[in-house]
């Protein structure tokens, strides 16, 4: 359901998500997330992690719940401004962001 | 000077408040013999008001406003003349419910610059239908022609015994005033057409409003589409009256792979495709930087005028300036609503980024307005719908008469397009005759056998769960 990619010279994380992210999948998401980052700030002081770019990957995502969207927005906060986007967004899940007003926050593509 | 103000406005809420307690006394007859005498000459005057309307606003093209004045009295007049507006109304004897009309009172109406004189002729229609006086406030720029509209209106109207005062004008120019008035306790509701601010106000006021702003309507065509009749649909309602139609196209959205067959199918058509720099130059005189709203000098204005003003050169013939835009928002001007034959143009790489460009534009000023598609895939029509946010999603038509209704499709003939909750309207419908009536439901006794047949003690039992009071309540007995 969440696959990762992590490019140290980019510096950018992916996140690919996949299926149906209702509330009980997002908690379960949540965690797993929150341990990768864990495992990363292991590896680099905690400025230097700020200064990675963070990408949700939509693509094979069918529906979000607002516990996704919640988590959409914790993972914002992890990052620098601007630093954070939500790639490959079908119509249907734009919309879901869009109606939340976060589209341009989130930098929902 | 606030107390002139109140003292001129309860003058005239006074004159319309006889007019409303004479006017609810007529019957269906005389109601429609008012509004038959109303539409005949405001029919007659279609060419002159048309004229006077070009003539005073320097906006749009006369021959397009004598077909909105023709939109306004005939066909608004078609969708109405059989209407029941008056007593009862209806009577449905299986559920015991009789609807009785009952007129609202005073209704202050606002008219735009783009359309004075037919959606004043509307208005004074859809009110008069109802039994209700009105209370025009034109705009500044337009107030000599949409007074003589009213003026032809309110003599046809006496003329047919109506009421005296059922029509009137408060002068124009005074925002002041006209906010005063909008506000008075006696007006029972504002029919707002117009921009922004004057929606707000409306809102604003403490009386009930339908307020009706601006639009950002987007036109996506889809691979499966007649492009040329696309296209050519496309300018015939972009080049009606030269734009000004809040319902009018404002973007076109293309995915790649018919990209080059519509840009090909536009300059065929004589539609001028801008270079990156002649965009730049018709930004600056389209949109004002600051508020990131349209010039008013360009709104309505001809391509060759709005070519002269930017400094740019374009064949003679140009139907429509066509920008070529890669973003929406305030770094792409020209992707906000523009009442004037110039046209965004958006290729996306597939069906999904073209849809979500859509959704952007939709939500970039027009929401709840309305939006166009040209397919023939049923599919994705109905995807598309429920994408958009839009009181009206025309399909294979030109927005501008789509939208309007009465020729295209079958929806009511309106100049006022409610936009929903989303253009802070309580409707999405096509602003007519029945939203300008209080109906009053007599309910007869009517027993609910299901629920008299369930032994009440039941409800009062603890053990007794939602499943068994379903089963209780369905029983047949």
New interface residues.
């Given amino acids: 359901m969440l696959d990762f990619d992590f490019n140290p010279e980019e510096k950018v994380l992916t996140c690919f998500f996949k299926g149906r992210l209702d509330t009980v999948l997002s908690t379960q998401l949540a965690l797993e997330l929150e341990s990768k980052f864990q495992s990363l700030s292991e590896n680099a002081d905690k400025e230097s992690f700020l200064d990675f770019s963070l990408v949700f990957d939509v693509k094979d995502v069918s529906f979000i719940s607002s516990s996704f969207i919640r988590l959409c927005v914790a993972g914002n906060k992890r990052v620098k401004e601007g630093s954070f986007s939500i790639l490959n ?4 899940i ?2 879901t962001f ?1 109606i939340a007003g976060l589209d341009g926050i989130l930098n929902v593509k | 000077m606030e107390e002139s103000l109140t003292e001129r406005a309860n003058d005239i809420l006074e004159k319309a408040i006889l007019a409303a307690a004479e006017f609810q006394e007529f019957n269906q007859e005389q109601t429609d013999k008012v509004v038959e005498a109303v539409y005949i000459a405001a029919l007659n005057a279609r060419i002159k008001l048309a004229k006077m309307a070009v003539e005073e606003t320097g906006i749009g093209i006369w021959e397009d406003k004598v077909w909105k004045n023709v939109i306004g009295t005939q066909l608004v007049y078609e969708s109405i003349r059989n209407e029941k507006t008056v007593g009862v109304i209806s009577n449905d004897p299986v559920t015991g419910i009789s609807e009785i009309a009952q007129p609202l009172g005073p209704i202050f109406a606002v008219t735009p610059v783009t359309n004075p004189t037919s959606t004043a002729i509307y208005k004074i229609l859809i009110c008069l239908k109802s039994r209700n006086p009105i209370i025009i406030s034109s705009h500044r720029s337009a107030a000599h022609c949409t007074g003589e509209a009213a003026r032809i209106c309110y003599e046809a109207a006496l003329s047919a015994g109506a009421p005296e005062d059922c029509v009137q004008m408060i002068p124009a120019g005074s925002r002041e005033f006209t906010q005063t008035v909008m506000a008075h306790p006696r007006v029972a509701l504002i029919l707002a057409t117009g921009g922004t601010g004057l929606v707000k106000a409306a809102y604003s006021s403490g009386n009930p409003a339908i307020g009706v702003g601006p639009g950002n309507v987007p036109v996506f065509i889809d691979e499966s589409a007649d492009i040329p009749f696309a296209i050519a649909s496309i300018i015939r309602s972009k080049t009606f009256d030269n734009g000004t139609v809040c319902a009018s196209e404002q973007s076109v959205i293309v995915e790649e792979k018919i990209a080059r067959t519509v840009r090909d199918e536009f300059t065929r058509q004589n539609c001028y495709l801008l270079s990156p720099e002649e965009i730049q130059k018709v930004e600056k005189i389209a949109i004002v930087k600051d508020t990131l709203s349209m010039s008013p000098f360009i709104v309505g204005q001809s391509v060759q005028t709005i070519a002269e003003k930017a400094g740019i050169s374009v064949p003679l013939g140009t139907k429509i300036l066509l920008a070529e835009l890669s973003g929406v928002g305030k770094d792409y001007p020209l992707s906000f609503e523009i009442l004037a034959p110039i046209l965004a143009f958006y290729v996306a790489k597939d069906y999904h980024s073209a849809i979500k460009l859509c959704i952007d534009l939709n939500y970039l000023g027009g929401i709840g307005h309305s939006a166009g598609i040209y397919a023939n895939d049923e599919k994705r029509i109905m995807e598309f719908s429920q994408l958009i946010n839009a009181g009206r999603i025309v399909v294979n038509t030109p927005t501008s008469q789509g939208a309007v209704g009465g020729t295209f499709n079958m929806l009511p003939p309106s100049l006022t397009l409610g936009c929903g909750t989303g253009g802070k309207n309580i409707t999405t419908e096509n602003i007519t005759v029945k939203h300008l009536i209080n109906i009053q439901r007599v309910c007869r006794r009517k027993m609910n056998d299901k629920f008299f047949s369930v032994d009440r003690n039941i409800y009062m039992d603890e053990n007794c769960n939602e499943t068994a009071l379903r089963l209780e309540y369905h029983k047949n007995h």
């Fill in positions: 967004s079908d119509p249907f734009m919309k869009k």
